[in-house]
């Protein structure tokens, strides 16, 4: 569809023909402050070195929905996929270190492939689908992640509560400055 005054074509997903920007939405704006919240926390908050913040800056913003009902729903399914990653990615480091596989190896990237292929599997066949992203990643960020100063069972124990952290950032969030549509919805659903 062509912008008529412009000559231009419409933004994708635009859902007002002939308007090429318009002002960010309440969601966000919320994604925005659940970014700053979280990299905020991570640097004034004394955490363990194995802490990292890009894990708890991608569950906030995969979180983050219109409704805290729906923000609680989504959060609870990544909870859950992301405990199953870590305990994924756990056993991943347990062979890797066992059969002494290098990260930049071809037997451990043909390995790592593998493990996704059995994880998605799985999570999808017993999870809900919604989830099997996020954990996928957790997944692999441990599994990628092992340094000489943290075990596996720290790094896996890491992974999650960032991912938890993220999580919580995001439901205070969405919280605290609610949808006014959706606060609306929420209060008459209640009643």
């Known amino acids: 569809m062509k912008n008529q005054r412009e000559g231009q ?11 090429l920007w318009r002002l960010p939405g309440l969601r966000i704006i919320k994604t925005a402050l659940a970014v700053l919240v979280c990299l905020l926390f991570y640097s004034l908050v004394p955490l363990p070195k194995n802490f990292k913040v890009v894990t708890a800056l991608i569950a906030a913003i995969i979180s983050l929905r219109s409704t805290m009902r729906e923000s609680f729903t989504v959060s609870l399914t990544r909870v859950q996929s992301t405990f199953v990653g870590a305990l994924f990615g756990f056993c991943l480091l347990l062979i890797k270190e066992a059969v002494g596989l290098e990260n930049d190896s071809i037997i451990y990237a043909l390995f790592l492939s593998l493990a996704v292929l059995l994880f998605i599997w799985i999570s999808t066949s017993f999870l809900k689908e919604t989830g099997v992203g996020l954990g996928a990643i957790v997944c692999l960020a441990i599994a990628l992640g092992l340094t000489g100063e943290v075990t596996p069972l720290e790094l896996a124990t890491a992974r999650f509560l960032d991912t938890l952290i993220g ?25």
């Open 9 to 19: 074509p419409d933004p994708p997903g635009s859902d007002r023909p002939g308007q």
């Open 167 to 191: 999580i919580v950032i995001a439901l205070g969030i969405n919280h605290l400055l609610p949808f006014p549509a959706a606060k609306k919805e929420e209060n008459e659903r209640d009643q």
